[in-house]
Protein backbone atom coordinates (compact mmCIF):
# COMPACT_ATOMS: atom_id res chain seq x y z
CA UNK A 1 0.00 0.00 0.00
CA UNK A 2 1.46 3.78 -1.06
CA UNK A 3 0.56 6.58 0.62
CA UNK A 4 1.85 8.90 -1.82
CA UNK A 5 -1.47 9.78 -3.32
CA UNK A 6 -2.23 11.59 0.12
CA UNK A 7 0.99 13.06 0.85
CA UNK A 8 1.29 14.26 -2.47
CA UNK A 9 -2.27 16.61 -2.04
CA UNK A 10 -0.62 18.11 1.27
CA UNK A 11 0.68 21.59 1.67
CA UNK A 12 2.56 22.68 4.81
CA UNK A 13 3.82 26.33 5.43
CA UNK A 14 4.02 28.86 7.82
CA UNK A 15 3.34 32.41 7.19
CA UNK A 16 6.17 34.83 8.28
CA UNK A 17 6.52 38.76 9.02
CA UNK A 18 7.65 41.50 10.93
CA UNK A 19 4.95 42.40 13.16
CA UNK A 20 2.46 44.70 11.39
CA UNK A 21 2.60 43.60 8.13
CA UNK A 22 -0.77 41.89 8.66
CA UNK A 23 0.05 38.29 8.66
CA UNK A 24 -2.49 37.21 11.25
CA UNK A 25 -5.59 39.40 9.12
CA UNK A 26 -4.17 37.56 5.84
CA UNK A 27 -3.78 33.90 7.69
CA UNK A 28 -7.94 34.60 8.03
CA UNK A 29 -8.57 35.59 4.84
CA UNK A 30 -6.50 32.46 3.61
CA UNK A 31 -8.67 30.60 5.66
CA UNK A 32 -11.94 32.45 4.48
CA UNK A 33 -11.52 31.89 1.08
CA UNK A 34 -10.65 28.32 1.46
CA UNK A 35 -13.84 28.30 3.28
CA UNK A 36 -12.69 26.92 7.20
CA UNK A 37 -14.67 29.48 8.62
CA UNK A 38 -16.93 32.17 7.67
CA UNK A 39 -16.47 35.52 9.28
CA UNK A 40 -13.13 36.97 9.89
CA UNK A 41 -12.30 38.65 13.17
CA UNK A 42 -10.23 41.56 12.91
CA UNK A 43 -6.92 41.59 14.26
CA UNK A 44 -7.25 45.78 15.17
CA UNK A 45 -10.39 45.54 17.24
CA UNK A 46 -8.62 44.76 20.38
CA UNK A 47 -11.09 45.74 22.37
CA UNK A 48 -13.70 43.52 20.70
CA UNK A 49 -15.37 40.26 21.56
CA UNK A 50 -14.65 39.03 18.41
CA UNK A 51 -10.28 38.52 17.95
CA UNK A 52 -8.36 36.90 15.09
CA UNK A 53 -9.38 32.81 15.28
CA UNK A 54 -5.21 32.11 15.34
CA UNK A 55 -5.08 34.56 18.22
CA UNK A 56 -6.31 32.47 21.57
CA UNK A 57 -4.66 33.52 24.32
CA UNK A 58 -5.77 35.86 26.71
CA UNK A 59 -2.45 38.06 26.95
CA UNK A 60 -2.54 38.57 23.02
CA UNK A 61 -6.22 39.50 22.77
CA UNK A 62 -5.60 42.34 25.24
CA UNK A 63 -2.06 43.44 22.60
CA UNK A 64 -3.60 42.77 19.84
CA UNK A 65 -0.87 40.41 18.61
CA UNK A 66 0.76 36.85 18.21
CA UNK A 67 2.86 36.21 20.93
CA UNK A 68 2.74 31.75 20.10
CA UNK A 69 2.71 29.82 16.48
CA UNK A 70 -1.16 28.68 16.05
CA UNK A 71 -1.92 25.24 13.74
CA UNK A 72 -4.58 25.15 11.03
CA UNK A 73 -5.57 23.14 8.68
CA UNK A 74 -8.44 23.46 5.89
CA UNK A 75 -9.51 22.23 2.23
CA UNK A 76 -8.82 23.70 -0.75
CA UNK A 77 -8.94 21.97 -4.79
CA UNK A 78 -8.96 19.09 -3.09
CA UNK A 79 -5.96 19.23 -1.61
CA UNK A 80 -5.14 20.05 2.21
CA UNK A 81 -3.59 22.51 3.59
CA UNK A 82 -1.79 22.84 6.98
CA UNK A 83 -1.11 26.36 7.99
CA UNK A 84 0.98 27.74 10.79
CA UNK A 85 0.74 31.35 11.75
CA UNK A 86 3.98 32.28 13.83
CA UNK A 87 4.20 35.24 16.27
CA UNK A 88 6.00 38.27 14.49
CA UNK A 89 7.76 39.82 17.64
CA UNK A 90 11.07 39.43 17.61
CA UNK A 91 10.74 38.39 21.14
CA UNK A 92 9.15 34.82 20.62
CA UNK A 93 11.40 34.34 17.41
CA UNK A 94 12.27 30.74 19.09
CA UNK A 95 9.00 29.68 18.55
CA UNK A 96 9.00 31.07 15.07
CA UNK A 97 12.23 28.74 14.32
CA UNK A 98 10.99 25.74 15.60
CA UNK A 99 7.83 26.06 13.39
CA UNK A 100 9.80 26.84 10.51
CA UNK A 101 11.60 23.11 11.31
CA UNK A 102 7.79 21.00 11.00
CA UNK A 103 7.02 23.17 7.27
CA UNK A 104 7.79 22.84 3.49
CA UNK A 105 7.44 25.92 2.79
CA UNK A 106 6.84 29.60 3.78
CA UNK A 107 4.57 32.64 3.03
CA UNK A 108 6.41 35.46 3.79
CA UNK A 109 4.42 39.18 4.18
CA UNK A 110 5.61 42.27 3.06
CA UNK A 111 4.26 45.51 4.52
CA UNK A 112 4.26 47.72 0.83
CA UNK A 113 5.02 50.85 2.50
CA UNK A 114 8.43 49.30 4.79
CA UNK A 115 9.37 46.86 2.78
CA UNK A 116 11.90 44.46 4.16
CA UNK A 117 12.20 44.61 7.68
CA UNK A 118 14.32 43.96 11.13
CA UNK A 119 12.47 40.54 12.32
CA UNK A 120 11.65 39.73 8.62
CA UNK A 121 15.82 38.73 8.10
CA UNK A 122 16.24 36.70 10.51
CA UNK A 123 13.61 34.33 9.61
CA UNK A 124 14.61 34.90 5.59
CA UNK A 125 18.38 33.46 7.36
CA UNK A 126 16.63 30.63 8.77
CA UNK A 127 14.56 29.79 5.70
CA UNK A 128 17.91 30.18 3.92
CA UNK A 129 19.68 28.00 6.16
CA UNK A 130 17.37 25.03 5.55
CA UNK A 131 16.47 26.28 1.73
CA UNK A 132 13.08 26.27 2.34
CA UNK A 133 11.11 27.50 -0.51
CA UNK A 134 9.24 31.07 -0.32
CA UNK A 135 6.22 32.59 -1.33
CA UNK A 136 6.01 36.41 -0.98
CA UNK A 137 3.12 38.47 -0.47
CA UNK A 138 3.48 42.58 -0.45
CA UNK A 139 0.19 43.86 1.40
CA UNK A 140 -1.49 47.09 2.00
CA UNK A 141 -1.43 48.20 -1.77
CA UNK A 142 -4.40 50.01 -1.18
CA UNK A 143 -2.23 52.41 0.90
CA UNK A 144 0.38 54.77 0.02
CA UNK A 145 3.05 53.08 -0.65
CA UNK A 146 6.51 52.46 -2.08
CA UNK A 147 7.38 51.80 -5.79
CA UNK A 148 6.47 48.02 -6.68
CA UNK A 149 9.72 47.95 -8.29
CA UNK A 150 11.84 49.76 -5.15
CA UNK A 151 9.91 46.66 -2.99
CA UNK A 152 10.75 43.93 -5.73
CA UNK A 153 15.01 45.19 -5.63
CA UNK A 154 14.89 45.39 -1.83
CA UNK A 155 13.56 41.69 -1.44
CA UNK A 156 15.73 40.60 -3.78
CA UNK A 157 18.70 41.73 -2.04
CA UNK A 158 17.57 41.09 1.75
CA UNK A 159 16.85 37.13 -0.18
CA UNK A 160 20.05 36.98 -1.94
CA UNK A 161 17.45 35.38 -4.94
CA UNK A 162 15.45 36.76 -7.63
CA UNK A 163 11.78 37.56 -7.45
CA UNK A 164 9.67 36.48 -9.90
CA UNK A 165 6.46 38.64 -10.25
CA UNK A 166 2.94 36.50 -10.54
CA UNK A 167 1.00 39.56 -9.90
CA UNK A 168 1.47 43.16 -10.42
CA UNK A 169 -0.18 46.70 -9.04
CA UNK A 170 -1.98 48.70 -10.81
CA UNK A 171 -2.13 52.01 -8.75
CA UNK A 172 -1.54 52.29 -5.15
CA UNK A 173 -3.55 53.93 -1.99
CA UNK A 174 -6.01 55.86 -3.27
CA UNK A 175 -6.07 55.13 -6.93
CA UNK A 176 -4.98 51.25 -6.13
CA UNK A 177 -6.81 49.79 -9.26
CA UNK A 178 -6.32 46.56 -8.96
CA UNK A 179 -3.44 43.63 -10.09
CA UNK A 180 -2.76 42.52 -13.35
CA UNK A 181 -2.28 38.22 -13.26
CA UNK A 182 0.80 37.23 -15.20
CA UNK A 183 -0.45 33.69 -15.38
CA UNK A 184 -4.33 34.22 -16.66
CA UNK A 185 -3.13 37.65 -18.55
CA UNK A 186 -5.96 39.34 -17.14
CA UNK A 187 -6.51 42.13 -14.97
CA UNK A 188 -8.65 41.39 -11.78
CA UNK A 189 -10.41 45.11 -10.46
CA UNK A 190 -10.12 46.21 -7.06
CA UNK A 191 -12.57 46.96 -4.63
CA UNK A 192 -12.82 47.82 -0.97
CA UNK A 193 -14.67 45.65 1.55
CA UNK A 194 -13.40 42.95 3.98
CA UNK A 195 -16.94 40.93 3.34
CA UNK A 196 -15.82 40.11 -0.44
CA UNK A 197 -15.48 36.75 -1.91
CA UNK A 198 -13.12 35.40 -4.60
CA UNK A 199 -16.12 35.24 -6.90
CA UNK A 200 -17.13 39.02 -6.51
CA UNK A 201 -13.79 40.76 -8.09
CA UNK A 202 -14.44 42.06 -12.08
CA UNK A 203 -11.73 40.04 -13.96
CA UNK A 204 -10.68 41.75 -17.46
CA UNK A 205 -8.21 40.05 -20.28
CA UNK A 206 -5.51 42.36 -20.97
CA UNK A 207 -6.33 42.23 -24.59
CA UNK A 208 -9.22 44.59 -23.60
CA UNK A 209 -6.41 46.98 -23.90
CA UNK A 210 -9.05 50.05 -24.37
CA UNK A 211 -11.26 49.02 -21.94
CA UNK A 212 -8.61 49.21 -19.64
CA UNK A 213 -7.19 52.45 -20.69
CA UNK A 214 -10.44 54.02 -20.73
CA UNK A 215 -10.79 52.99 -16.97
CA UNK A 216 -7.81 53.34 -15.38
CA UNK A 217 -5.90 55.78 -17.86
CA UNK A 218 -2.13 56.84 -17.16
CA UNK A 219 -2.47 54.36 -13.77
CA UNK A 220 -2.53 51.13 -15.93
CA UNK A 221 -0.07 52.70 -18.84
CA UNK A 222 2.60 53.30 -15.84
CA UNK A 223 1.65 49.85 -14.64
CA UNK A 224 2.19 48.41 -17.46
CA UNK A 225 5.57 49.43 -18.04
CA UNK A 226 7.04 49.27 -14.63
CA UNK A 227 5.99 45.13 -15.27
CA UNK A 228 7.68 44.98 -18.71
CA UNK A 229 10.78 46.07 -16.99
CA UNK A 230 10.24 43.89 -13.93
CA UNK A 231 9.45 41.01 -16.05
CA UNK A 232 12.48 41.56 -18.75
CA UNK A 233 15.09 42.00 -15.69
CA UNK A 234 13.43 38.85 -13.77
CA UNK A 235 13.91 35.19 -15.01
CA UNK A 236 11.05 33.04 -16.10
CA UNK A 237 9.48 30.90 -13.11
CA UNK A 238 11.18 28.47 -12.34
CA UNK A 239 9.59 25.63 -10.17
CA UNK A 240 12.98 23.65 -9.59
CA UNK A 241 14.72 27.00 -8.58
CA UNK A 242 11.88 27.84 -6.38
CA UNK A 243 11.70 24.54 -4.21
CA UNK A 244 15.51 24.77 -3.96
CA UNK A 245 15.06 28.12 -3.01
CA UNK A 246 16.69 30.19 -5.52
CA UNK A 247 13.69 31.92 -6.56
CA UNK A 248 10.95 33.68 -4.85
CA UNK A 249 7.18 33.76 -6.57
CA UNK A 250 5.95 37.50 -5.67
CA UNK A 251 2.38 38.61 -5.36
CA UNK A 252 0.59 41.74 -4.44
CA UNK A 253 -2.89 42.55 -3.09
CA UNK A 254 -4.46 43.99 0.33
CA UNK A 255 -5.20 41.30 2.57
CA UNK A 256 -7.61 43.39 4.76
CA UNK A 257 -9.86 43.68 1.47
CA UNK A 258 -9.33 40.19 0.73
CA UNK A 259 -7.47 41.16 -2.15
CA UNK A 260 -5.29 39.01 -3.84
CA UNK A 261 -5.34 36.50 -1.56
CA UNK A 262 -7.09 33.77 -4.07
CA UNK A 263 -4.09 34.08 -6.00
CA UNK A 264 -1.70 33.23 -3.15
CA UNK A 265 -4.06 30.54 -2.29
CA UNK A 266 -3.87 29.15 -5.60
CA UNK A 267 -0.04 29.34 -5.75
CA UNK A 268 0.24 27.23 -2.33
CA UNK A 269 -1.61 24.52 -4.03
CA UNK A 270 -0.22 24.53 -7.43
CA UNK A 271 3.74 25.85 -7.25
CA UNK A 272 4.50 24.83 -3.22
CA UNK A 273 5.76 21.39 -2.32
CA UNK A 274 4.32 18.64 -1.23
CA UNK A 275 6.02 16.94 2.29
CA UNK A 276 9.63 16.31 1.82
CA UNK A 277 11.61 13.52 3.12
CA UNK A 278 13.52 13.97 6.53
CA UNK A 279 16.92 13.62 7.79
CA UNK A 280 16.92 11.34 10.80
CA UNK A 281 19.48 9.80 13.11
CA UNK A 282 19.87 6.77 15.25
CA UNK A 283 22.78 5.61 17.29
CA UNK A 284 23.98 1.93 16.25
CA UNK A 285 26.59 0.50 18.43
CA UNK A 286 27.87 3.99 20.12
CA UNK A 287 28.01 5.60 16.20
CA UNK A 288 25.42 8.13 14.70
CA UNK A 289 23.70 6.73 11.67
CA UNK A 290 22.08 9.32 9.39
CA UNK A 291 18.62 7.66 7.66
CA UNK A 292 16.67 9.80 4.89
CA UNK A 293 12.85 9.30 6.34
CA UNK A 294 10.32 9.36 3.25
CA UNK A 295 7.16 10.82 3.48
CA UNK A 296 5.36 7.67 1.75
CA UNK A 297 7.22 5.16 3.79
CA UNK A 298 4.97 2.62 5.56
CA UNK A 299 6.14 3.22 9.26
CA UNK A 300 4.19 6.36 11.52
CA UNK A 301 7.08 8.84 12.19
CA UNK A 302 6.57 12.08 13.50
CA UNK A 303 8.33 14.95 15.71
CA UNK A 304 7.09 17.18 18.32
CA UNK A 305 8.25 21.15 17.58
CA UNK A 306 5.88 22.51 19.83
CA UNK A 307 4.10 21.80 23.65
CA UNK A 308 1.56 23.84 24.23
CA UNK A 309 0.48 24.28 27.73
CA UNK A 310 -3.03 25.16 28.91
CA UNK A 311 -4.79 25.47 25.84
CA UNK A 312 -8.31 24.60 26.99
CA UNK A 313 -7.93 25.99 30.68
CA UNK A 314 -11.07 23.93 31.73
CA UNK A 315 -8.95 20.90 31.50
CA UNK A 316 -4.94 21.85 32.47
CA UNK A 317 -3.79 19.42 29.36
CA UNK A 318 -0.87 19.84 27.00
CA UNK A 319 -0.65 19.82 23.63
CA UNK A 320 1.98 17.85 21.55
CA UNK A 321 1.91 19.36 18.08
CA UNK A 322 3.61 16.45 16.01
CA UNK A 323 4.81 17.45 12.56
CA UNK A 324 3.66 13.66 10.64
CA UNK A 325 6.67 12.87 8.68
CA UNK A 326 6.16 9.50 7.35
CA UNK A 327 3.50 6.76 7.37
CA UNK A 328 -0.39 7.39 8.15
CA UNK A 329 -1.42 7.79 11.52
CA UNK A 330 -5.05 5.92 12.32
CA UNK A 331 -6.73 6.00 15.94
CA UNK A 332 -5.74 3.31 18.29
CA UNK A 333 -2.39 3.17 17.52
CA UNK A 334 0.26 2.22 19.44
CA UNK A 335 2.83 5.52 20.11
CA UNK A 336 6.38 5.48 21.36
CA UNK A 337 8.26 8.15 22.23
CA UNK A 338 11.72 6.81 21.27
CA UNK A 339 13.82 9.36 23.23
CA UNK A 340 12.57 7.60 26.47
CA UNK A 341 11.63 4.49 25.00
CA UNK A 342 8.21 4.93 27.06
CA UNK A 343 4.55 4.27 25.42
CA UNK A 344 2.61 7.57 24.55
CA UNK A 345 -1.18 7.08 25.26
CA UNK A 346 -2.61 9.96 24.31
CA UNK A 347 -6.31 11.35 26.21
CA UNK A 348 -6.86 12.73 22.67
CA UNK A 349 -5.87 13.28 19.33
CA UNK A 350 -7.00 15.93 17.32
CA UNK A 351 -6.52 18.07 14.14
CA UNK A 352 -6.95 22.32 14.65
CA UNK A 353 -9.04 24.70 13.13
CA UNK A 354 -7.04 27.60 15.64
CA UNK A 355 -9.83 27.23 18.44
CA UNK A 356 -11.70 24.48 16.87
CA UNK A 357 -10.38 20.81 17.48
CA UNK A 358 -11.51 17.98 16.17
CA UNK A 359 -10.78 14.41 16.80
CA UNK A 360 -8.10 12.15 13.66
CA UNK A 361 -10.21 9.85 11.77
CA UNK A 362 -6.38 9.80 9.94
CA UNK A 363 -3.31 11.57 9.42
CA UNK A 364 -0.32 11.70 6.91
CA UNK A 365 3.07 12.99 6.17
CA UNK A 366 2.66 16.71 6.28
CA UNK A 367 0.12 17.06 8.27
CA UNK A 368 0.25 18.46 11.89
CA UNK A 369 -2.02 16.47 14.51
CA UNK A 370 -2.13 17.17 18.07
CA UNK A 371 -1.53 15.09 21.30
CA UNK A 372 -3.47 16.09 24.37
CA UNK A 373 -0.88 14.50 26.98
CA UNK A 374 -0.39 14.71 30.84
CA UNK A 375 3.45 14.79 30.27
CA UNK A 376 6.07 12.85 29.15
CA UNK A 377 6.88 14.25 26.02
CA UNK A 378 9.09 16.97 25.26
CA UNK A 379 10.16 19.37 22.32
CA UNK A 380 12.16 17.61 19.36
CA UNK A 381 10.67 14.05 20.60
CA UNK A 382 10.31 11.63 18.06
CA UNK A 383 7.28 9.30 18.18
CA UNK A 384 7.03 6.60 16.16
CA UNK A 385 4.68 3.78 15.62
CA UNK A 386 7.65 1.38 17.67
CA UNK A 387 8.49 -0.45 14.48
CA UNK A 388 11.64 2.36 13.59
CA UNK A 389 14.01 3.22 15.42
CA UNK A 390 15.08 6.85 14.73
CA UNK A 391 15.50 10.50 16.21
CA UNK A 392 14.57 13.41 13.88
CA UNK A 393 17.40 16.09 14.17
CA UNK A 394 17.24 20.10 13.36
CA UNK A 395 15.09 21.45 16.34
CA UNK A 396 16.85 24.56 17.66
CA UNK A 397 17.54 25.72 21.30
CA UNK A 398 19.35 28.92 21.65
CA UNK A 399 21.28 30.22 24.27
CA UNK A 400 19.22 32.78 25.79
CA UNK A 401 20.58 36.20 25.71
CA UNK A 402 18.88 37.91 29.14
CA UNK A 403 18.11 35.87 33.00
CA UNK A 404 15.99 36.78 35.45
CA UNK A 405 15.73 34.92 38.56
CA UNK A 406 12.13 33.92 40.21
CA UNK A 407 10.85 34.96 43.46
CA UNK A 408 7.47 33.76 44.78
CA UNK A 409 5.60 36.22 46.69
CA UNK A 410 3.55 33.70 48.34
CA UNK A 411 6.10 30.60 49.52
CA UNK A 412 2.58 28.11 49.56
CA UNK A 413 2.52 28.44 46.03
CA UNK A 414 5.86 26.66 45.61
CA UNK A 415 3.93 23.19 44.24
CA UNK A 416 1.82 25.50 41.78
CA UNK A 417 5.12 27.24 40.93
CA UNK A 418 7.09 24.18 40.16
CA UNK A 419 4.48 22.59 38.27
CA UNK A 420 4.17 25.68 36.09
CA UNK A 421 7.64 26.32 35.38
CA UNK A 422 8.49 22.89 34.17
CA UNK A 423 5.60 22.83 32.00
CA UNK A 424 6.07 26.16 30.35
CA UNK A 425 9.42 25.07 30.19
CA UNK A 426 9.28 21.92 28.09
CA UNK A 427 6.96 24.16 26.33
CA UNK A 428 9.49 26.37 25.39
CA UNK A 429 7.95 29.49 25.81
CA UNK A 430 11.26 30.15 28.15
CA UNK A 431 14.07 28.40 29.29
CA UNK A 432 14.14 27.31 32.77
CA UNK A 433 17.40 26.83 34.62
CA UNK A 434 17.68 24.57 38.15
CA UNK A 435 20.60 26.20 40.03
CA UNK A 436 22.83 22.43 40.70
CA UNK A 437 23.43 23.77 44.24
CA UNK A 438 19.85 24.78 44.66
CA UNK A 439 18.48 28.12 44.89
CA UNK A 440 15.68 30.24 43.24
CA UNK A 441 14.66 29.26 39.33
CA UNK A 442 16.24 31.03 36.88
CA UNK A 443 14.53 31.65 33.68
CA UNK A 444 16.42 33.07 30.29
CA UNK A 445 14.72 34.42 27.56
CA UNK A 446 15.43 35.89 24.07
CA UNK A 447 13.77 38.67 24.69
CA UNK A 448 11.78 41.31 27.43
CA UNK A 449 8.11 40.53 26.38
CA UNK A 450 9.20 36.52 26.96
CA UNK A 451 9.43 37.37 30.87
CA UNK A 452 6.03 39.78 30.82
CA UNK A 453 4.20 36.56 29.11
CA UNK A 454 5.39 34.06 31.58
CA UNK A 455 4.36 36.14 34.57
CA UNK A 456 1.34 36.72 33.52
CA UNK A 457 0.73 32.96 32.48
CA UNK A 458 2.28 31.80 35.69
CA UNK A 459 -0.52 33.61 37.61
CA UNK A 460 -3.47 33.12 35.57
CA UNK A 461 -3.19 29.53 34.91
CA UNK A 462 -1.42 28.07 37.96
CA UNK A 463 -2.55 30.84 40.55
CA UNK A 464 1.33 31.51 41.18
CA UNK A 465 2.38 35.00 41.94
CA UNK A 466 5.64 35.75 41.17
CA UNK A 467 8.63 38.60 41.46
CA UNK A 468 11.41 38.43 38.24
CA UNK A 469 14.40 39.89 39.90
CA UNK A 470 17.73 41.12 38.28
CA UNK A 471 20.57 37.92 37.42
CA UNK A 472 24.26 38.16 37.66
CA UNK A 473 24.58 35.74 34.59
CA UNK A 474 24.12 36.90 30.81
CA UNK A 475 24.51 33.93 29.26
CA UNK A 476 24.62 29.88 29.18
CA UNK A 477 26.39 27.25 27.34
CA UNK A 478 25.25 23.39 26.72
CA UNK A 479 28.01 21.36 27.79
CA UNK A 480 29.08 17.83 26.64
CA UNK A 481 32.47 16.03 27.37
CA UNK A 482 34.66 13.37 25.52
CA UNK A 483 34.56 11.26 28.68
CA UNK A 484 32.22 10.99 31.85
CA UNK A 485 34.72 11.41 34.12
CA UNK A 486 35.99 14.57 32.54
CA UNK A 487 32.66 16.19 32.76
CA UNK A 488 32.65 15.39 36.55
CA UNK A 489 35.79 17.00 36.66
CA UNK A 490 34.22 20.27 35.29
CA UNK A 491 31.11 20.16 36.86
CA UNK A 492 32.98 20.17 40.72
CA UNK A 493 35.74 22.96 39.59
CA UNK A 494 32.18 25.07 39.00
CA UNK A 495 29.70 24.12 40.82
CA UNK A 496 27.77 27.30 41.01
CA UNK A 497 27.98 27.32 37.34
CA UNK A 498 26.08 24.47 36.85
CA UNK A 499 22.24 24.79 36.09
CA UNK A 500 19.69 22.11 34.17
CA UNK A 501 17.11 23.07 32.20
CA UNK A 502 13.69 21.71 31.25
CA UNK A 503 14.78 18.63 29.19
CA UNK A 504 17.33 18.02 32.39
CA UNK A 505 20.49 19.00 30.10
CA UNK A 506 23.92 19.80 31.64
CA UNK A 507 24.88 24.13 31.28
CA UNK A 508 27.00 26.63 32.53
CA UNK A 509 25.92 29.87 33.40
CA UNK A 510 28.48 33.00 32.11
CA UNK A 511 28.54 36.42 33.87
CA UNK A 512 30.64 37.53 30.94
CA UNK A 513 31.78 37.10 27.58
CA UNK A 514 35.24 35.86 29.09
CA UNK A 515 33.70 32.87 31.11
CA UNK A 516 33.74 30.39 28.26
CA UNK A 517 36.92 30.91 27.19
CA UNK A 518 38.93 30.75 30.11
CA UNK A 519 37.00 27.60 31.31
CA UNK A 520 37.98 26.51 27.95
CA UNK A 521 41.42 27.18 28.29
CA UNK A 522 41.29 25.01 31.74
CA UNK A 523 39.13 22.11 30.46
CA UNK A 524 40.01 22.03 26.45
CA UNK A 525 38.07 18.45 26.06
CA UNK A 526 34.80 20.01 27.24
CA UNK A 527 33.02 20.98 24.27
CA UNK A 528 30.31 24.55 24.99
CA UNK A 529 27.41 24.71 22.68
CA UNK A 530 25.67 27.97 22.34
CA UNK A 531 22.82 26.08 20.85
CA UNK A 532 20.81 23.06 22.06
CA UNK A 533 19.53 20.32 19.51
CA UNK A 534 17.23 17.94 21.08
CA UNK A 535 19.06 15.28 19.35
CA UNK A 536 22.21 16.56 19.10
CA UNK A 537 22.92 16.51 22.59
CA UNK A 538 21.95 13.33 22.80
CA UNK A 539 24.17 11.40 20.29
CA UNK A 540 27.24 13.51 21.10
CA UNK A 541 26.54 12.11 24.96
CA UNK A 542 25.61 8.39 24.03
CA UNK A 543 28.96 8.45 22.03
Not at 470 to 491: K, M, N
Request: charge should be negative; hydrophobic fraction near 40%.
Amino acid sequence: MTYAPETQRRRTFAIISHPDAGKTTLTEKLLLFSGAIQIAGSVKARKATRHATSDWMEIEKQRGISVASSVMQMQYRDHVINLLDTPGHKDFSEDTYRVLTAVDSALMVIDAANGVEAQTRRLIEVCRQRDTPIITFVNKMDREVRDPLDILDEVERELGMPCVPMTWPVGQGKTFGGIINLRTQAMTVFEPGSDRGPKDFTSIPLAEQATLLKRFGHAFETAMESMELATGASPAFDREAFLAGKQTPVFFGSGVNNFGVMEVLDALVDLAPSPQSRTSSLVVNKQPVVKEVQPEDDAFSGVVFKVQANMDANHRDRIAFVRVCSGRYAPGMKLKVQRSAKELRPTSVVTFMSQRREAVEEAYAGDIVGFTTHGGVQLGDTITDGSVALQFTGLPFFAPEMFMTVVLKNPLRTKQLQQGLAQLGEEGAIQVFRPETGGNMLLGAIGQLQFEVVQHRLKGEYDADIRLEGSQYTSARWITADTPQELTTFVNAYPLRMALDAANTLAYLCTSPYDVRLAQERFPKIHFHPLREHAGLALQNAG
